[in-house]
Nanobody, 128 residues
Framework: QVQLVESGGGSVQAGGSLRLSCAAS????????MGWFRQAPGKEREGVAA???????????YYADSVKGRFTISQDNAKNTLYLEMNSLKPEDTAMYYC??????????????????WGQGTQVTVSS
């Protein structure tokens, strides 16, 4: 069992930056993949970025087209922590951001049902 706790959300103006953190209670190395999802009011939860845990999945990273070049996902195995560095934020990035962990890999990194553990979310609000 893995418990995930997100932090780092907040309110910023367009063009600003935020760094989200996801602290895992268990060893993230025991999971195949970890990811960040977001959900805006009235919209479905969408995959933002994911990373295959180095020891098992080889460290590959994946990004939604909408965030490529602006967001960076990374992991710190020693701290059991996942990060999402978000730069050049846009109002359309406003959403609740969730951290998730998958015990094994799936063909689609961006589908929520491929993940087994979820955090409670942290709100990101970007104003124009």
């Amino acid at each position: 069992q893995v418990q995930l706790v997100e932090s780092g959300g907040g309110s910023v103006q367009a063009g600003g930056s935020l760094r989200l953190s996801c602290a895992a209670s268990g060893y993230i190395q025991n999971n195949y993949r970890m990811g960040w999802f977001r959900q805006a009011p009235g919209k479905e939860r969408e995959g933002v970025a994911a990373i295959n845990i180095i020891n098992i999945g080889g460290g590959a990273t994946y990004y939604a087209d909408s965030v490529k070049g602006r967001f960076t996902i990374s992991q710190d195995n020693a701290k059991n922590t996942l990060y999402l560095e978000m730069n050049s934020l846009k109002p359309e990035d406003t959403a609740m951001y969730y951290c998730a962990a998958a015990r094994w890999g799936g063909s689609r990194w961006d589908l929520a049902y491929n993940y087994h553990y979820w955090g409670q979310g942290t709100q990101v609000t970007v104003s124009s």
